[in-house]
């Protein structure tokens, strides 16, 4: 086959590529040049960048793999590749220890697609695949291998809208991911060399660590990579008594919070209150490896068990301390000098003379008596509640057990999709409003009445209810229902509410005696 001379030969070059794609790995990369050619105002422009993809793509197809049926029941694995301007993916059958391809599927993307970040692409990529070969998808167990974090990016509850729609969409698959393997097949070994980073790359990526590196301050012992800072800082003067926090994540992220305390307190006594507020927060963020910076030579080794508390207030404070250590399983405690904890000094300077007006962007927390003189709990006494519709949800997100029952155990991870956990409750995630607290049936009334009958109330109707109780942020599956019957069940509303039918106001007799008579 010739060159294309004509834009009529260049159409029906990119008809016959399209024809041929489920054959052609990472197809729209190979046919991209001509579809520049024929864009407006570069007509009749083959230029040598598509006689170079011509020429490949000849030398490709004179010997193409063979594409392989999948057997039924059998576990297929999907391959992803994405490039600055197209998604691919590759469908994989493996027998006999050998790999042979099945589909290749490729997408180029828009405008907009293309400033995604390659994360996102990824799962794009993930995305088209299963719209494409949605047969294959709902017919096999599909095995995505890939070394990136796709499932915990998709199961993030601060993932994005969008990731949230394409999480619940790919929920229905319930795909598997895995790390790659060896690969077995020399066509797909081509389909995944294509998309790792140049050498030009991973030499900008390790110039960029190193530089990261050289910002760090020399006195500052090398931390592994997923663990937290907690730098923390008090201050006690004659304006009054102040602690901070600071939080330093893994990528670098800074979680300030200022405290202000409503009671005499010496300086040692802020510290102890600001390392206090830090783990607390941290035990929060549920931290498993945590590094603790402090400039007090005091605080830092009764912490570490260097130095014995003597003073009554500081073996309690000390003893508060070991408890709240236990929830990390990983930790250090460090003494810094003053110079290096200046962030956290500063903050804690301005939580002592913080006027209760200003609060400046940093959350500032009030505590009106020392962590150590807690108010007492009363006694409570735990009831046996029936079993909720929460608890298939909660037992899989928490320790993966699902029903024997194969359809059963396939709704609950389609629902389990929108669900994740935050702490010991179960929040639902919404696509445009606020995330929503998950409440059991025992809770339902006692939030009903106050959207009903509290002080901003409004007696409203059945519908209405459930959608402030939504909008409120609580949910539980049947809100209508539930909302219906309460607002029924209401005497108020029974008997004051408007009567469908009934005219406005009273009716006025006529005078003619005659209808119509003039």
């Known amino acids: 086959m010739k060159s294309p001379s004509t834009v009529k030969e260049i159409q029906s070059l990119t008809g016959r590529a399209a024809a041929l794609n489920r054959f052609l790995s990472r197809s729209t990369d190979k046919c991209r040049p001509f579809f520049k050619a024929l864009k407006k105002g570069q007509r009749d422009k083959w230029d040598e960048e598509c006689e170079e993809a011509f020429q490949n793509l000849k030398t490709y197809l004179t010997s193409p793999p063979l594409l392989s049926k999948p057997v039924p029941g059998e576990d297929l694995f999907v391959y992803l590749a994405v490039s600055n301007l197209t998604v691919s993916s590759a469908l994989i059958r493996e027998e006999l220890g050998a790999q042979h391809p099945i589909f290749y599927t490729s997408k180029a993307l828009l405008d907009a697609e293309t400033r ?78 294509e998309f790792t980073p140049s050498s030009e790359e991973e030499k900008l990526v390790s110039k960029k660590k190193e530089s990261s590196r050289a910002d760090k301050t020399s006195n500052e012992p090398d931390q592994p990579r997923d663990m937290w800072q907690l730098r923390v800082d008090g201050a006690s003067n004659q304006k009054g008594v102040g602690a901070v926090v600071v939080i330093i994540t893994p990528d670098g992220t800074l979680l300030e919070q200022a405290i202000t305390l409503g009671f005499p307190a010496s300086n040692n006594e802020a510290e102890y209150e600001a390392l206090l507020a830090g783990l607390r927060l941290a035990k929060e963020l549920s931290i498993k490896k945590l590094a603790i910076y402090s400039d007090s030579q005091l605080i830092t080794n009764q912490a570490s068990g260097e130095y014995m508390a003597k003073h009554p207030r500081m073996i309690l404070y000390l003893d508060k301390v070991q408890e709240l250590l236990k929830a990390f399983p990983t930790f250090t405690i460090q003494q810094v000098p003053r110079a290096e904890n200046a962030h956290a000094d500063a903050l804690a300077s301005l939580g002592s003379a913080l006027d209760t007006q200003f609060r400046r962007s940093i959350p500032v927390e009030h505590l009106d008596q020392p962590s150590i003189e807690e108010a007492e709990q009363p006694n409570l006494m735990q009831i046996d509640e029936d079993p909720s519709w929460q608890d298939p949800i909660i037992d899989y997100l928490v320790n993966e057990n699902l029903p024997k029952d194969k359809s059963e155990a396939r709704k ?40 009903h009958d509290g002080e901003c109330g409004n007696h409203a109707g059945g519908r209405s209810l459930a959608q402030k109780a939504f909008s409120t942020g609580y949910f539980w599956p049947t809100m209508r229902q539930d909302s219906t019957e309460y607002a029924q069940r209401c005497d108020r509303c029974q008997r004051y509410k408007p009567i469908p039918g009934l005219p406005a106001e009273e009716y006025h007799p006529q005078n003619s005696p005659w209808p119509f008579m003039q």
């Open 412 to 451: 609950i991870k389609q629902k389990a999709a929108r669900y994740y956990m935050k702490g010991d409750m179960l929040v639902r995630r919404s696509y445009s409003g606020p995330h929503l607290t998950c409440i059991k049936y025992l809770q339902t009334l006692e939030v009903l009445c106050q959207i």
């Open 116 to 193: 995604y970040p390659k994360l996102e692409k990824l799962i794009l990529a993930l995305v088209f695949s299963a719209r494409k070969l949605r047969p294959y998808y709902q017919a096999h167990r599909v095995i995505v291998m890939t070394d990136f974090p796709l499932r915990s990016i998709l199961n993030s509850p601060d993932a994005s809208q969008r990731l949230m729609k394409w999480a619940i969409e790919l929920s229905q698959y319930d795909p598997l991911y895995r790390s790659k393997t060896a690969i077995k097949a020399q066509a797909l070994a081509d389909f995944v060399t």
